[in-house]
Structures are given as C-alpha cells and as structure tokens.
Antibody, heavy 121, light 108 residues
Framework: QVQLQESGPGLVKPSETLSLTCTVSGYSISSGYYWGWIRQPPGKGLEWIGNIYHSGSTYYNPSLKSRVTISVDTSKNQFSLRLSSVTAADTAVYYC??????????????WGRGTLVTVSS | EIVLTQSPGTLSLSPGERATLSCRASQSVSSSYLAWYQQKPGQAPRLLIYGASSRATGIPDRFSGSGSGTDFTLTISRLEPEDFTMYYCQQYGSSPLTFGGGTKVEIK
C-alpha cells in the first residue's frame, strides 16, 4: 500500500523559508511517476506548486517559480519543498501527491494527509 | 493559464437524488485532460475521475464524468450520505495545472 506523509515545521516567520518533506512508503520513487506539491489556503481552493521526477527534473507553477525549489532524495525515498520569502498569503495546508502522466500533464491519484503551515511572527 | 469555473457553488439535494456538477474552462482542455476530486472536511482530495470520463480505482459506478472542449460534468446518479461534501475539477492539458473553485453538495 503506497502512502505519502508530509513533515516539517507548522509555523514559519514572514520573510523566512518554508521547508517540507514528503516521505513515500510502499513504492520506490525511482520506479516512476512524478511527485508533486499542492497547497490549499484555509477555506479556499487548491493550487498546484510543482512536480519532480526521480531524475531531478522539475516543473513549477510560474506564479511561484521564483520562490520555489523542489528536490528529491531517492536514497531516502523522499522529495522536498522549499518556498522562500514567505508571507501570510502562503499560509495553507500543503499536500504532497503522486502525479500520473507526462510533462506537463498530470493528475494526482494518491495524496498525503496534508500539513498546515502558518506564516506568522 | 486555463481558468476553471465550477457551478453551482452549492448544490442542495436529498439522498437518492441525482447531482449534476459543472466545470467550465476558459479555453479548450486538450485531450480531455480533466479530473474530478472529492474532498471531505479535514481530508486530502480523493481522485474520482480522470480523462474526463474514466473512473479511478475503487470509485463506485454512481460517479460518472463527461464532456470535452470547455464543458465538463460530474454526475452522481443517486446520492449516498457520504457523498455530501466538496468536489473540485482540475485540468492537466496545459501548464500550469489549475483547479476549479469547487462545488459543495449539501443535504437539503
């Protein structure tokens, strides 16, 4: 059974960098699929942040591209998100998910439970 | 960027009734790359439909998707109590991937 689990600080100060990790169990990231991050501000809709392949190829939402870095560590079966210069507008539940398809066309068939990140001083 | 508009914002129906949810795109979605998700409070989205009309693994056949181009529909043939929640569409025909604003199906 494939599972995804987000981890990282739940509180980040404005102007700092948000860092999250997604640990995948039950499936080797190196075996295929693309792996992505999606966020959802409280009470609002979903926003795609970006995807990564096990080779390290990345695909970002242009609206966030200047602040986002997604990386992969196949030895730990994890992929990570870094979002710099955060503001209150970045407060959201952050989900990691498995992307099905090929660039730039993916839907997401498996999701982590999500983790709430609050940006506040 | 393709903007997806879901309507209605809220759908008030009774168990056993048929639900019809709409997702309209600001431009044509190539290859019918349109997915639907169900999201319950406090939970992650769950994939229902991909490719506009293909049911995901384990999804009951009361859920069906249709449409092409700019107009897509999710139909729930007979509402069960557990179906009263939020639904989102997502297009993956062009980058960036985008989601609709959601439709809430509530008990009348």
């Amino acid at each position: 059974q494939v599972q995804l689990q987000e981890s990282g600080p739940g509180l980040v100060k404005p102007s700092e960098t948000l860092s999250l990790t997604c640990t995948v169990s039950g499936y080797s990231i190196s075996s295929g699929y693309y792996w992505g991050w999606i966020r959802q501000p409280p009470g609002k809709g979903l926003e795609w942040i970006g995807n990564i392949y096990h080779s390290g190829s990345t695909y970002y939402n242009p609206s966030l591209k200047s602040r986002v870095t997604i990386s992969v560590d196949t030895s730990k079966n994890q992929f990570s998100l870094r979002l710099s210069s955060v503001t209150a507008a970045d407060t959201a539940v952050y989900y990691c998910a498995r992307g099905v398809g090929w660039p730039p066309a993916w839907y997401f068939d498996l999701w982590g439970r999500g983790t709430l990140v609050t940006v506040s001083s | 960027e393709i903007v997806l508009t879901q309507s209605p914002g809220t759908l008030s129906l009774s168990p056993g009734e048929r639900a019809t949810l709409s997702c309209r795109a600001s431009q044509s979605v190539s290859s019918s790359y349109l997915a639907w998700y169900q999201q319950k409070p406090g939970q992650a989205p769950r994939l229902l439909i991909y490719g506009a009309s293909s049911r995901a693994t384990g999804i009951p056949d009361r859920f069906s998707g249709s449409g092409s181009g700019t107009d897509f529909t999710l139909t729930i043939s007979r509402l069960e109590p557990e179906d009263f929640t939020m639904y989102y569409c997502q297009q993956y025909g062009s980058s960036p991937l985008t989601f609709g604003g959601g439709t809430k199906v509530e008990i009348k």
